[in-house]
């Protein structure tokens, strides 16, 4: 049976289910002879005529394209899959890429490196972070001899994985494993991606405790981006990493309030990003806690808990919570309203843990490490610290072990124990140097 009388069958098979005759499901768009010649193979309709035919029937394109017995792949199923992804319906896009893998022997190398990277960008969209790795790996076995943007992004998609998996090490070795790729293939990637791409390595650096690698990639974001003339949320960000290198490695407040200055603010207010300006809400307090400005901190947690209604990324607006909550805790603490604070670090912990955020347990422990610390609660302080040291080694995020680490020296000679405080001591001064 060839392939337009397969159609065709599909086609009378899905009206008799839907209960329609051909003259409804002809409509005021074709003719009941038209569905009539094409449910017995004498015509081959054409795309545009299938998608009505398709959505009138409630399949998707691809459900009467499809058959594996057929010794080809038709493009059409790809078009299909690029629909549905452009109407934000990402499970069923990955549906039917999976679909084409059918036919994966019999596809050109280079369009399915193309249709490999679809499907490693739709997992992560996805969240299903190891299925992004598994076909990462497949592409590579069937497409190992393909050198081309595609293959590229792929690249890109598994080092996104591997940070979301918190083998961030793992993720920043792709990451510069892309870098060399674009120098040694000349490769003419899009200057938005590069951006994010440098970005992305300022990022991992910067908490794996490589501080000066970290600067250097968040200067050549800003450097390319004046080069070109162009002002991007990636651009944004490198200056908010760079405050927060210089606030959390050099504990310089007021170089970290020159990179976050009212320019980055004016745009993202301009542009009602209130996701983005609730990060940026947020690293001001942490400068004005570092200066020990009280006035500056409690302001900025004020206009941070003012548009926090107003942010429409629900997991972005959670993950700030927990942040809202412990910052008001060490507002109370630095206050000296101590039982106060410990019920705000309390309850963050109960919302970071409801959201898995480890990052945020790691700064939660360290805070109330902190508290216990202040009120000479030792062996509770340690306790904190010790799970704070465990859970930064586990997901590899050392950008709060200087600090941790000067704590525990702290803790330890409290405790009677000059020589591991000294151990700790040793390792901050390391970091920090």
């Known amino acids: 049976m060839d392939a337009v009388r397969m159609l065709g069958d599909k086609i009378k098979q899905a009206r008799k289910e839907q209960n329609l005759s051909q003259e409804e499901l002809a409509g005021d768009t074709f003719t009941k002879s038209y569905i009539s010649k094409i449910e017995r193979g004498m015509v081959n309709p054409s795309m545009k005529a299938l998608e009505i035919i398709s959505s009138r ?39 039917r890429l999976k679909e084409i893998l059918k036919y994966k022997e019999r596809i050109d190398p ?8 679809y499907i490693t960008d739709l997992c992560i969209r996805l969240e299903q972070y190891e299925a992004c790795i598994q076909y990462y790996e497949e592409a590579f076995r069937l497409c190992r001899d393909v050198s081309s943007v595609y293959a590229v992004k792929i690249h890109l998609e598994l080092g996104e994985a591997y940070y979301y998996l918190n083998r961030r090490q793992d993720s920043l070795d792709i990451f510069l494993k892309v870098e060399k790729m674009i120098e040694d293939y000349t490769f003419e990637i899009d200057i938005i991606t590069r951006l994010e791409l440098y970005n992305d390595i300022a990022i991992l650096c910067s908490q794996l405790g490589n501080k000066e690698q970290g600067e250097s990639y968040f200067k050549k974001v800003i450097e390319l981006s004046k080069r070109y003339k162009i002002i991007t949320d990636t651009v944004l960000s490198a200056y908010s990493g760079l405050a927060q290198i210089s606030v959390i490695y050099e504990k310089n407040a007021d170089k970290s309030l020159s990179y976050l200055n009212s320019d980055i603010l004016s745009l993202y207010t301009y542009f009602e990003d209130y996701n983005r300006l609730g990060e940026i809400y947020l690293k001001y307090s942490n400068a004005y ?8 901190f ?16 629900n ?3 959670a993950e700030l919570e927990v942040y809202f909550t412990l910052y008001k805790g060490k507002l109370a603490s630095k206050e000296e309203r101590y039982e106060e604070a410990e019920s705000y670090m309390q309850k963050a912990m109960e919302l970071a843990n409801a959201n898995n955020n480890l990052m945020a347990i790691t700064s939660i422990y360290l805070n109330l490490g902190r508290l216990y610390l202040s009120l000479s609660k030792y062996s509770d302080a340690l306790r904190y610290l010790d799970k704070c040291e465990a859970l930064s080694d586990e997901i590899q995020f050392s950008i709060r072990l200087p600090e941790l680490y000067q704590l525990m020296g702290k803790v330890h000679l409290q405790l009677g124990n000059p020589a591991k405080a000294q151990v700790y001591y040793d390792r901050a001064f390391k970091l920090l140097k």
């Open 315 to 317: 997991k972005g607006k």
């Open 110 to 117: 280079d369009q399915l490196t193309r249709i490999y990277y």
């Open 57 to 95: 029937l409630g399949k998707p394109v691809a459900y009467f394209m499809a058959d594996s017995s057929r010794d080809e792949y038709d493009p059409r199923m790809l078009t299909d899959a690029q629909k549905l992804f452009e109407m934000k319906k990402y499970k069923e896009s990955l549906e």
């Open 298 to 313: 409690r302001e900025y947690l004020k206009k941070l808990e003012e548009i926090m209604p107003k942010m429409d990324d």
């Open 289 to 296: 806690y570092e200066k020990d400005d009280v006035e500056g």
